[in-house]
């Protein structure tokens, strides 16, 4: 088993894996330079998941994940054996880490932005070291690795650069929320966001109300809410701060071209899971092949 240690309702003692630990390969972050010293809401595992006492953490870097312990029954994070430390975060250029391994330390760069993508890659360089494959093609892998589609493709239309990041519910969205406000200028962000209710996306969309849209609202020079529920989205980030007036409009098409034609040099494109299918053929349209 191939487990994230930094999770306490799955690898902490107590938790779900915990029978079977002596046969789990731990992965973890080990860079107490990032994060929060406390969970940032929303986030579950509040308790201990033995003792039922609140836990408390040392480093929280997405949700509920990082260096937790309890103060009741000295419930601790296990030590991962393949962990990422020295983490250089790239804005949407990408990330750079010393990957320690269990046969030594070797450092990776991802394309894909962000410490949720990090800790994919975590899990994915576990699973390789499980499978007794060497550090150098780990790291070789990582590094040739490219962003399926959405989850942080860089496309090229009509001379802007359009950032393509799928967001699904409100610790997703604050990790993306994060990673866009880390190195912008004031007033300078163009977004066409696009939330829809499918059964894929989930049909309750009040989930838009937990992520922290307020953090990013200095940094947005035009926005542009589309989708099935453009409307709540709309109210939504009013109530954030986002500036006015706001292009509504539900048409995916239609408003995304509007959206992209507006902004000078890049557009920011947050869509949910089937705002994202369906934007595949205004993208075919400009030339793009999306593929999977």
């Not at 962000?114 to 060497?134: E, I, M, Q, R, T």
């Not at 829809?196 to 922290?212: E, F």
């Amino acid at each position: 088993m191939v487990a994230n240690a930094d999770g306490p309702l799955l690898a902490g003692p107590g938790g779900v894996l915990e029978p079977t630990v002596a046969r789990t390969l731990l992965f973890g972050l080990a860079d107490a330079n990032l994060g929060t010293p406390t969970p940032q809401h929303p986030h579950e595992a509040v308790t201990c998941a033995r003792c039922d006492t609140r836990t408390d953490y040392s480093r929280a870097f997405i949700g509920h994940l990082g260096h937790y312990r309890c103060p009741s029954c000295a419930v601790a994070r296990p030590q991962p054996a393949v962990r990422a430390g020295a983490i250089s975060l790239h804005g949407l250029g990408g990330t750079e880490a010393l990957l320690a391994l269990p046969e030594g330390g070797v450092e990776i760069a991802l394309a894909q932005p962000g410490l949720h993508n990090l800790y994919n890659a975590l899990a994915a360089a576990s699973a390789a070291v499980a499978l007794g494959v060497p550090a150098a093609a780990i790291a070789g892998g990582l590094r040739a690795t490219r962003a399926p589609f959405g989850r942080g493709e860089v496309l090229h239309l009509d001379g802007r650069t359009v950032n393509l990041l799928l967001v699904k519910n409100p610790v997703g969205a604050n990790v993306i929320l994060e990673l866009l406000g880390a190195d912008e200028q004031p007033a300078s962000l163009h977004l066409w966001l696009a939330v829809n209710d499918g059964v894929a996306d989930g049909r309750d969309v009040s989930w838009i109300w937990d992520a922290d849209f307020e953090q990013l609202a200095p940094l947005v020079a035009a926005v542009t809410c589309s989708g099935q529920r453009a409307a709540e989205l709309a109210l939504r980030l009013k109530y954030a701060g986002w500036p006015l007036p706001m292009a509504v409009d539900r048409d995916l098409a239609r408003s995304f071209r509007a959206a992209l034609t507006g902004a000078p040099d890049r557009l920011i494109a947050l869509p949910t899971y089937t705002a994202l299918l369906g934007l595949r053929p205004v993208l075919n349209d400009h030339g793009v092949t999306v593929t999977d």
